[in-house]
C-alpha cells in the first residue's frame, strides 16, 4: 500500500497552518469568545477558516461531494506526520446537510468539527489548554493527550513544532490509498489504519476514532 505522505500529495487538498501565531510561529494567539467575551480560546488561523469556508460552499453545491478528510500534521513533504485524521460529512443524521457544514461562513462555533464552541476540537482543546480560562471543569482526556503532544507550554500556549491542517475534499469515485474506490468514511478508515501501522507514537487517533 502506498505511503501515506506519498498518498496525500497526489490529492486535491487545502494546506494551511491550524493555528494563528505570534511571529515566531509556535505562539498561538488566543481571543475572547462567548456572550459576555469571558471564554479564552485558541485562534484558528485565518487562511484555514477561509479554505474550509471555500471547500465547504463550492461542495455543497455538487451532487458528487460527499464531505471531506482532514489531517492534523506537523511537517511536510516526505517528513510529514500525520497526528489526527478524521472526516466531516455533507449528510446529517437526519438532514441532507450536516449541522456541522450548514452556514459554515457564520458558524464558527460548530465549523466542519473544527469549532470552537465545547464538543469541537478546537473548543476542546483550547479548554485542555487553557483550562478554568476556557470554562469550568476538565476537557475530555483525548484532549488533554492532544495538548500534551502538541504544545511545549500552555501558559502560555505555544507549540512544539508548527501544525498544519490538510482538507481534502472527497467526490464519488475517488480511490484510497488502497488503491480501491471508497466512500469518505471508508477512506478515512484506511487512512487511520495506515498512519497507525506507520506512525504508532505520533498518531491520536485511538482505536480507530
Excluded: C
Aim: glycine share 10%; net charge neutral; aromatic share 8%.
Amino acid at each position: 500500500m502506498i505511503h501515506l505522505p506519498e498518498w496525500l500529495v497526489q490529492q486535491e487538498q487545502h494546506v494551511t497552518p491550524l493555528f494563528e501565531t505570534a511571529e515566531d510561529g509556535l505562539s498561538v494567539n488566543t481571543h475572547l469568545r462567548g456572550k459576555e467575551k469571558n471564554r479564552l480560546t485558541l485562534t484558528r488561523h485565518p487562511s484555514f477558516d477561509a479554505a474550509m469556508i471555500g471547500m465547504v460552499t463550492a461542495g455543497l453545491e455538487d451532487d458528487t461531494w460527499q464531505g471531506f478528510l482532514y489531517v492534523m500534521h506537523t511537517g511536510e513533504g516526505n517528513d510529514l506526520t500525520p497526528r489526527y485524521i478524521g472526516k466531516a460529512e455533507k449528510k446529517g443524521v437526519t438532514n441532507p446537510v450536516s449541522a456541522n457544514l450548514m452556514r459554515i461562513a457564520s458558524s464558527p462555533d460548530k465549523f466542519g468539527r473544527w469549532g470552537y464552541n465545547k464538543a469541537y476540537h478546537i473548543g476542546e482543546l483550547s479548554h485542555a489548554v487553557l483550562g478554568e480560562a476556557f470554562m469550568p471543569g476538565r476537557a475530555p482526556g483525548k484532549y488533554h493527550r492532544w495538548a500534551a503532544a502538541l504544545f511545549e507550554t500552555l501558559e502560555p500556549p505555544k507549540l512544539r513544532v508548527p501544525v498544519s491542517m490538510s482538507l481534502i475534499p472527497w467526490r464519488d469515485g475517488r480511490r484510497g490509498p488502497s488503491g480501491l474506490i471508497g466512500s469518505l468514511a471508508a477512506v478515512e478508515y484506511e487512512l487511520i489504519a495506515l498512519a497507525a501501522a506507520a506512525y504508532p507514537e505520533a498518531l491520536l487517533n485511538i482505536q480507530g476514532r
